[in-house]
């Protein structure tokens, strides 16, 4: 009597060992998914700007102290840059970041420095001008405080790094043991046809679930480093606005608090926005980016956005506007968030004295919107690399950013048939342009097409 394969040893045995590797692959699989995902979420991104801002905070708390004692600023002014180093170092004391200061070591730093800032508070209700002795005392603490904020970024920096050190070799470790159980696999399913059809189903979903966990990943990193770049001036205005309530409460008047009420609604509508651009910047490279075109009034475009800068910034603000044409056919969102970075930029990297100008013109077919500032400008030899992602130049070392903005702008431009011009002298300033065609109403139908 023939038995039947699947009854016979070998063909049980093959079974067996395929069955095995079968699981010890998907056990692979499911590590190598669970070392990707060790990156999501991660903080690091959250210290080091955290602490950046912590520094930055302490720094001008420590320039006001002097500044009041010379009679140049108000107690008002020394009290809100204590109250804002406050709230930056209590986000160390709550939440996420929490264990991850802990982890690095840094819980007895930051409570050191909770117990010396509150150690002021009652002191700096009263203090007066002439009270040198607290205003020094005062002033010492703000520059400890400068300190162990930026040692606290630098061990959030080399912890990222660690961590992401140790999530690569990992992946490699379990590719190589994936590779190894794929080779066994495909070996002893020559004994069996059937298992070996149903086993390579199994990878192929497999591999796609894994592919998809890592464009979940890639596309959380990217959002992670785009927030940190682009949400901070909407933050600001909330922050300041919400601030200000505090201090003057019921002391403000309705027209007072509808204007500062409606200054966190626009800044919480510009944060939806952002958050759109931001996930359409993370799909540009996979080409899944959403471009539409519709009519917009350039003019109140880019009116728009300057608006919303804080108000501090406004006034640094030279606006030539009136030659941009009043109908233009573009995605708005995706170029207001192009101006918006431009903009950031030219206040970020220029003193806080200095203006800058922003104009807009046509010149032939091409609309132009420029932005120029008086700051550290950009080396010569690095002008060619600027444009690429994560790249930062020289002149920009111990100011905040990632280095993905002007990436991000050009590729804005090229989805709209146009470049990003830039002019720089080193120490001088810079300028950089938007060029790009300038379609008109009834060219709708055929640039809506072109888009697709």
Request: aromatic residues 6%; glycine residues 8%; neutral net charge.
């Amino acid at each position: 009597m023939t038995l039947r394969p699947w009854n016979s040893r070998p063909f049980l045995v093959a079974t067996i060992a395929l069955t095995v590797l079968f699981l010890l692959l998907l056990t692979a699989v499911f590590r190598l998914a669970v070392n990707e995902n060790r990156l999501s979420g991660e903080p690091a991104e959250g210290v080091i700007w955290f602490s950046s801002q912590g520094q930055y905070e302490a720094m001008r708390l420590a320039d006001t102290a002097l500044l009041y004692e010379n009679g140049r600023v108000p107690r008002a002014e020394l009290v809100l840059r204590y109250d804002l180093l406050d709230s930056r170092l209590g986000l160390f004391e709550a939440g996420q970041l929490t264990n991850r200061v802990a982890h690095m070591g840094y819980d007895d730093e930051v409570a050191a420095l909770r117990t010396e800032l509150e150690s002021h508070r009652a002191t700096l209700a009263n203090l007066q001008r002439t009270d040198e002795p607290a205003i020094v005392e005062l002033h010492d603490m703000a520059q400890a405080a400068a300190q162990t904020m930026r040692d606290l970024a630098n061990a959030g920096m080399l912890d990222g790094r660690q961590r992401q050190d140790s999530v690569r070799d990992a992946r490699r470790r379990i590719l190589f043991e994936v590779l190894g159980y794929l080779i066994a696999t495909l070996a002893t399913g020559i004994l069996v046809a059937i298992i070996l059809v149903r086993g390579l189903r199994t990878t192929v979903r497999a591999e796609a679930a894994l592919q998809h966990e890592r464009e979940i990943s890639r596309l959380h990193r990217a959002f992670t480093s785009v927030v940190s770049h682009q949400f901070r001036t909407p933050l600001s205005i909330i922050d300041s606005s919400a601030q200000r309530m505090l201090r003057r409460g019921a002391a403000m008047t309705v027209d007072e608090l509808t204007d500062r009420i409606g200054k966190i609604r626009n800044a919480c509508q510009r944060l939806t926005r952002l958050m759109e651009s931001t996930l359409n910047a993370a799909r540009l490279d996979q080409g899944e980016i959403g471009f539409t075109i519709r009519p917009a009034n350039l003019h109140e475009l880019v009116a728009s956005v300057c608006d919303g800068q804080p108000e501090d910034d406004q006034i640094r603000m030279v606006r030539l506007l009136d030659a941009l044409p009043r109908q233009a056919l573009v995605d708005i969102t995706l170029l207001e968030q192009a101006v918006q970075n431009l903009i950031s930029n030219a206040l970020k990297y220029s003193p806080g004295e200095t203006s800058i100008i922003v104009r807009g013109s046509t010149r032939g077919s091409d609309v132009v919107i420029e932005v120029e500032d008086f700051g550290v400008g950009i080396p010569a030899d690095e002008i060619g690399f600027i444009t690429e992602r994560f790249f930062r130049a020289r002149t920009a070392e111990g100011i905040a950013g990632t280095g993905i903005g002007l990436n991000f702008v050009l590729q804005i431009m090229q989805l709209h048939g146009g470049r990003l011009d830039i002019r720089s002298t080193e120490g001088k300033g810079s300028v950089f342009a938007l060029v790009f065609p300038h379609k008109q109403a009834e060219q709708r139908a055929g640039a809506t097409a072109d888009a697709h």
